[in-house]
């Protein structure tokens, strides 16, 4: 027998996860609306509630339009295992959830999108959970914020809202040496142009809400699992590697090896949180996924294209794209992201908070909204939108100063995306 050829990413994000329908032969992958399903029989149920055999009990552990999406995302990442959830936030509390406990800290970058630093900073101390914010570049606050009470390192590839590329190398050999998992957001990245789990993350976590499914209908989430965290080495996540109370006494760690972490996050993350994504909302992502890599590749080119005609132009003050020559950064894309840095930046305006409230409010083709990752071009004023919980030194630290506005670059024609901004800047 010949050995099985790897597929490449153009044919894994039409294909992994899905295949025809063994009921009825459908292409597509039908959307199964339907929160129960039909035991054979009173043995096949015990089976299924004792995880012994796999099987649909009920969808908000899960649902087969929604496994094949978890299915094929995990396939591009890299994975072993994944799960899907109903938002990009629901899948930060179900990344962390199976580690935490009260007491317990995350190290985590400053360079995040706006609301993860409000949920970490903020909501998850609800939990008595608590975030420790460190500038991840230095690699040596990175190391002594780990403590003994540290259950995860958490960070972004990309890092929103722009123009940083995390150096994920260096930081997974740091979480590796204090036996701790490495958590990366790749929603900026996508898998396309970024694997995380190539570069020593444990866990990553994605907004599928943004390019995934790529066209701003639909919110959602999902964790993929690398499967190669030994969960038990440290004694420091009992549940996972102890008998867990929650799931009648069942070690998930070594019991179901790689998987673990995964039938974890459905057995009672899933089932107990029930931040579960619907069969609806996966099907518009499994639609936009079939095209991830032809949008991408056209969201960097143009990306690269404003970033550098905005840099030459006098009204700008200074353009953080990593893409650009210019950036400190720019030396990590090749060993990062080697397809490009994709298409989220930020620009400074000489004229300031103003002059950015002027742009946003005389735009044409670009579309002033709290989102990113649309096949439109999207624009925002951080500091007065999406940093605005944030006081002026987090702001800073995000990268969202008074003077500077966002922009998501979208698929149009780039000289359209150019006229726009020429015109709307005055
Ligand atoms: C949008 C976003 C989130 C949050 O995702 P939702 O789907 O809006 O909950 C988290 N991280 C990044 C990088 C994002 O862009």
Same mark, same amino acid.
Request: hydrophobic content about 40%.
């Given at each position: 027998?010949?050995?099985?050829?790897?597929?490449?990413?153009?044919?894994?994000?039409?294909?992994?996860g899905?295949?025809?329908?063994t009921?009825?032969?459908?292409?597509?992958?039908?959307?199964?609306?339907?929160?129960?399903?039909?035991?054979?029989?009173?043995?096949?149920?015990?089976?299924?509630?004792?995880?012994?055999?796999?099987?649909?009990?009920?969808?908000?552990?899960?649902?087969?339009?929604?496994?094949?999406?978890?299915n094929?995302?995990c396939?591009?990442?890299?994975?072993?295992?994944?799960?899907?959830?109903?938002s990009?936030?629901?899948?930060?509390?179900?990344?962390?959830?199976?580690?935490?406990?009260?007491?317990?800290?995350?190290?985590?970058?400053?360079?995040?999108?706006?609301?993860?630093?409000?949920?970490?900073?903020?909501?998850?101390?609800?939990?008595?959970?608590?975030?420790?914010?460190?500038?991840?570049?230095d690699?040596?606050?990175?190391k002594?914020?780990?403590?003994?009470?540290?259950?995860a390192?958490f960070?972004?590839s990309?890092?929103?809202?722009?123009?940083?590329?995390?150096?994920?190398?260096?930081?997974?050999?740091?979480?590796?040496?204090?036996?701790?998992?490495?958590?990366?957001?790749?929603?900026?990245?996508?898998?396309?142009?970024?694997? =995380?789990?190539?570069? &020593?993350a444990?866990?990553?976590v994605?907004s599928? $809400?943004? #390019?995934?499914?790529?066209?701003?209908? !639909?919110?959602?989430?999902?964790?993929?699992?690398?499967?190669?965290?030994?969960?038990?080495?440290?004694?420091?996540?009992?549940?996972l590697s102890?008998?867990?109370?929650?799931?009648?006494?069942?070690?998930?760690?070594?019991?179901?090896?790689?998987?673990?972490?995964?039938?974890?996050s459905?057995?009672?993350g899933?089932?107990?949180?029930?931040?579960t994504?619907?069969?609806?909302?996966?099907?518009?992502t499994?639609?936009?996924?079939?095209?991830?890599?032809?949008?991408?590749?056209?969201?960097?080119?143009?990306?690269?294209?404003?970033?550098?005609?905005?840099?030459?132009?006098?009204?700008?003050?200074?353009?953080?794209?990593?893409?650009?020559?210019?950036?400190?950064?720019?030396?990590?894309?090749?060993?990062?992201? =080697?397809?490009?840095? &994709?298409?989220?930046?930020?620009?400074?305006?000489? $004229?300031? #908070?103003?002059?950015?409230?002027?742009? !946003?409010?005389?735009?044409?083709?670009?579309?002033?909204?709290?989102?990113?990752?649309?096949?439109?071009?999207?624009?925002?004023?951080?500091?007065?939108?999406?940093?605005?919980?944030?006081?002026?030194?987090?702001?800073?630290?995000?990268?969202?100063?008074?003077?500077?506005?966002?922009?998501?670059?979208?698929?149009?024609d780039?000289?359209?995306?150019?006229?726009?901004?020429?015109q709307?800047?005055?």
């Open positions: 027998m010949a050995t099985e050829r790897k597929l490449g990413f153009n044919t894994l994000q039409i294909h992994a899905t295949a025809p329908d009921a009825t032969g459908a292409r597509q992958v039908p959307i199964y609306q339907t929160t129960a399903y039909v035991f054979r029989d009173a043995d096949h149920a015990a089976k299924l509630f004792n995880l012994q055999e796999v099987g649909y009990i009920y969808s908000r552990l899960t649902n087969p339009t929604v496994s094949a999406l978890a094929r995302i396939a591009l990442e890299g994975g072993a295992g994944a799960i899907c959830c109903s990009g936030h629901a899948a930060q509390i179900m990344a962390l959830f199976p580690l935490m406990g009260p007491g317990k800290n995350i190290v985590a970058s400053t360079r995040l999108y706006g609301g993860t630093i409000t949920q970490f900073s903020q909501t998850i101390k609800r939990f008595g959970w608590s975030a420790k914010f460190v500038d991840f570049d690699l040596a606050a990175v002594a914020a780990i403590d003994d009470n540290t259950r390192v960070c972004e990309i890092a929103n809202p722009g123009g940083y590329i995390t150096d994920l190398d260096a930081i997974s050999k740091i979480s590796d040496a204090a036996h701790i998992p490495l958590i990366v957001d790749n929603t900026s990245a996508t898998p396309y142009l970024c694997k =995380p789990i190539e570069h &020593g444990t866990l990553v994605h599928t $809400t943004k #390019y995934l499914t790529g066209n701003g209908t !639909v919110t959602g989430g999902c964790v993929v699992d690398s499967g190669k965290f030994d969960w038990a080495k440290s004694g420091k996540f009992p549940s102890e008998p867990e109370p929650a799931y009648h006494g069942l070690v998930f760690h070594p019991t179901l090896g790689a998987m673990a972490f995964t039938f974890h459905i057995a009672i899933l089932r107990d949180l029930g931040m994504m619907n069969p609806q909302g996966a099907h518009y499994l639609m936009g996924i079939e095209t991830l890599s032809l949008r991408m590749e056209r969201h960097v080119a143009n990306a690269l294209k404003v970033a550098a005609w905005l840099e030459k132009d006098p009204r700008v003050e200074y353009v953080t794209y990593a893409g650009l020559k210019s950036s400190p950064y720019y030396n990590r894309i090749s060993k990062i992201c =080697p397809k490009g840095a &994709g298409a989220i930046f930020t620009f400074a305006l000489k $004229t300031g #908070y103003d002059g950015c409230v002027k742009l !946003v409010d005389h735009v044409k083709l670009f579309s002033h909204v709290a989102n990113l990752g649309d096949t439109r071009s999207l624009i925002i004023h951080s500091a007065s939108t999406t940093h605005r919980q944030l006081n002026e030194a987090q702001q800073k630290a995000a990268g969202a100063s008074p003077n500077v506005v966002r922009l998501s670059i979208g698929i149009e780039v000289e359209d995306i150019i006229a726009d901004l020429d709307a800047m005055g």
